[in-house]
């Protein structure tokens, strides 16, 4: 049998497996969007244009015997057939020549016993008959080392822009690494793919580890001078991923936006990573050209008027804009605007940038409310729906400056430290009627008071206000300081996508519809996937029904009126965080719903710990608020995307829940401070952050969450120890007082948890 297998079997011509082919990309009506993904097959090049330093940093990394083994490793192959026969992952220890044939055998991917053996009479055949510098070139020039790149010249080019031969030792062991799996270590990341573990910087990490163990081993193995060695420490520089002209604009983040559709559900669209390489697709989209049109236009038409990078250079530079719509009847991503230029700005804006939401989290809190109602007091902490009070909208709450923020219970909520929190509003104001300030949560939102909002998360209960947001489509994975009373303000960091698919899931009554960005694909054997709709009910329609409603009045008489469209009901909520960081609109029709972001966040990758900046002063404004510029270019591309179709009415809510917390005020009528500037953002001046906490009383000095006031700055005041956007919980810094300038620019140091600036 062997023998009959070993002479069935040929020997792979490299030149054979150059057959990646394009895939065609359609608008949703069926037009042509673009072709790409084969236009960088790779070029076959001889062992003596390929550096003797990148044959030496695969041997030493993947296969240290291959120039004396007979071309197969036994174990590997037995351990691989072994697990495959388990049900477990079909890879083993492969010798580089196995790598080879597995390249070149594109005839068949499949991964069975079957093909198993197949390889290994293939590798066999190989080893006996091949000469090692043959199976050596074959190699590096059947290999993928990501960005569609096939073989080492294509890959020299894509990553550096020069011939293989000019490859330096640091350069080969880099891409060496790459051949692992470039998602995982090209420096640009594969957030689209996997937004968690490839982002850029873990992917830089992850390819400087491995690159310095490949030098390491290459001295160790005799391939590489120690002092040579020594030169390498650090990751090369690599050109940005995108060199395609074709996918400039829109197009290469709507292109990147549907290919991790269909590998991250691999499963249901039967779409791979390596099926998609290969080419051959035709996928049509979600997106529709005249709403992607409309939306750049928008952006781009604020942009022009306001942002003056040459005047304004140290307000004006790297501002930056992202925005998502979503059709709530089906879940359909109908329009991204993912940045400046694909082929410029690689970081789809549209998708997760880790920029937080503010308050436009705080839909969320009132559904949660709603759907689950406040705790009694006199009851534990975990308690069922029906020992619950369901709130009204009509239900009274402080909105008090500095509110000090209590448990369920009505005992003080103190953090572990024993230090409490004093939740501070928009303008160091109180809302409401004194002295009580009393204020009912349909004005809390109109007027996006923070104290009001924080207190009902803790009343509800902080899991509850987690499940509303999750059930109402943001990922888990993007939700972030969910045991502190300020995740009802919007610490998190949500897409753009996701906002507008979960504000989508109100605009449809509670019915939740995951976003999606491919309808179907084909290919010339006929088709391979077509998407089906998928709903799950979020909320009752009285729930959503009735959050739309407390929206709507965001829009007619509160922060958002920015948004108003003619002759159309309009839900929507404005977002400003801490720090005036980021800014937000998402609101929507009963047809669309949209989400516009702005942060500033340099794009370059050379500037050590990069972080979001403050926006005071950007585009001449003071502060910008989501009412601002976000809200301006909603109602701008809403306009025009929804041009043409008829106005629709939202559904009349049913009355729902009790009034709670209905204590008489002295003053009969209650009466709002007039703001239509936004909730927790702070002044220019370095005022008291968002979130703050105050020692007990015992505690002689000014302390914070993380740290103590140090009279004359430093780390305690605001910088590592309190730090950015983690909530500085500096008590009472002077306007004019610059101890706390480290806080401000303590993103990386501080996270994400209560998102105060120090």
Not at 125 to 150: C, E
Request: glycine share 10%; with cysteine; aromatic share 8%.
């Amino acid at each position: 049998m062997a023998g009959i297998g070993y002479a069935m079997v040929g020997v792979p011509n490299v030149a054979d497996t150059a057959k990646a082919q394009n895939n065609v990309y359609y608008w949703a009506d069926g037009t042509e969007m673009v072709a790409t993904g084969g236009e960088t097959n790779r070029q076959i090049i001889n062992l003596s244009q390929i550096p003797k330093e990148m044959q030496n940093a695969v041997i030493s990394q993947e296969n240290k015997t291959f120039p004396t083994d007979s071309g197969i490793d036994p174990k590997g192959i037995a351990r691989a057939v072994f697990n495959m026969a388990r049900g477990g992952d079909t890879q083993g220890g492969s010798t580089i020549t196995q790598q080879y044939v597995k390249n070149a055998m594109l005839d068949d991917q499949s991964q069975t016993i079957t093909r198993k053996f197949k390889e290994l009479f293939v590798s066999i055949k190989v080893g006996a008959s091949m000469d090692k510098d043959d199976i050596m070139a074959g190699y590096l020039n059947s290999a993928y080392y990501g960005r569609n790149a096939y073989g080492i010249q294509a890959a020299a080019r894509a990553y550096f822009n020069k011939d293989a031969i000019k490859l330096n030792a640091g350069e080969c062991a880099f891409l060496a690494a790459t051949l692992k799996g470039a998602t995982y270590y090209d420096p640009a990341g594969a957030k689209s793919i996997d937004p968690v573990g490839a982002t850029p910087e873990a992917n830089k990490k992850r390819a400087l580890r491995q690159m310095q163990d490949t030098l390491d081993k290459m001295v160790e193995y005799g391939h590489l001078d120690a002092a040579e060695r020594a030169k390498y420490t650090k990751l090369p520089k690599v050109q940005n991923p995108r060199f395609n002209t074709a996918l400039s604009g829109q197009i290469g983040y709507l292109v990147d936006l549907a290919n991790a559709y269909l590998i991250n559900n691999s499963d249901t669209t039967g779409v791979t990573e390596r099926k998609l390489r290969e080419g051959g697709l035709s996928i049509k989209t979600t997106f529709d050209k005249n709403k992607v049109d409309e939306l750049e236009k928008a952006v781009k038409k604020v942009q022009k008027a306001n942002i003056k990078p040459k005047e304004r250079p140290d307000t004006d530079t790297h501002v930056q804009f992202g925005g998502a719509s979503v059709n709530p009847d089906t879940g359909a991503i109908e329009a991204i605007y993912g940045g400046e230029d694909a082929t410029k700005h690689f970081t789809n804006n549209a998708d997760e940038t880790g920029a937080q939401v503010g308050s436009t989290f705080k839909p969320f809190v009132l559904a949660a409310a709603m759907k689950w109602g406040v705790r009694d007091p006199d009851l534990g902490p975990t308690q069922a729906q029906d020992e619950r009070t369901v709130v009204s909208p009509k239900s009274l709450y402080s909105g008090k400056n500095k509110l000090k923020i209590k448990d369920y219970d009505g005992s003080v909520w103190q953090n572990e430290k024993g230090e409490e929190w004093l939740q501070v509003n928009d303008g160091d104001k109180s809302e409401g009627s004194p002295p009580n300030y009393q204020i009912d949560l349909r004005e809390a939102m109109q007027f996006s008071v923070n104290s009001a909002f924080v207190q009902l998360g803790m009343d509800v209960g902080l899991d509850k206000v987690k499940e509303a947001a999750v059930d109402a489509g943001v990922l888990e994975s993007s939700l972030a300081g969910t045991d502190y009373p300020s995740f009802s303000l919007g610490i998190s960091k949500p897409s753009a996508i996701r906002m507008a698919s979960s504000y989508a899931t109100f605009a449809s009554s509670g019915k939740q519809r995951d976003p999606f960005s491919v309808t179907e694909v084909t290919s010339k054997d006929g088709p391979v996937f077509e998407h089906e709709a998928k709903t799950e009910r979020a909320f009752s329609s009285q729930v959503a029904d009735n959050v739309t409603d407390v929206l709507k009045t965001v829009v007619e008489d509160g922060t958002g009126t920015n948004a108003q469209l003619t002759g159309r009901e309009v839900a929507g909520k404005t977002g400003t965080t801490d720090g005036n960081k980021s800014a937000w609109f998402v609101g929507y029709t009963p047809q669309l719903s949209t989400a516009i972001n702005m942060f500033r966040y340099p794009d370059d990758e050379t500037i050590k710990n990069r972080t979001f900046l403050e926006m005071y002063g950007t585009g001449d404004q003071e502060s910008i608020h989501g009412a601002s510029f976000p809200a301006e270019i909603w109602h701008d591309y809403m306009e025009q995307a929804l041009k043409g179709e008829k106005a629709e009415k939202f559904p009349t809510p049913e009355p729902i829940g009790k009034v709670v917390n209905d204590v008489p005020s002295p003053t009969p009528t209650p009466t709002v401070t007039e703001t239509k500037e936004e909730e927790e953002s702070p002044t220019p001046t370095p005022t008291p952050s968002e979130s703050l906490i105050t020692p007990t009383p015992s505690v002689t000095e000014t302390c914070g969450f993380f740290g103590c006031e140090d009279p004359n700055g430093g780390t305690d005041n605001g910088g590592t120890d309190t730090g950015g956007t983690d909530g500085g919980v500096t008590v009472s810094p002077s306007p004019t007082d610059t101890s706390g300038e480290n806080g401000n620019n303590g993103n990386n140091n501080g996270g994400s948890l209560f998102g105060g600036t120090g």
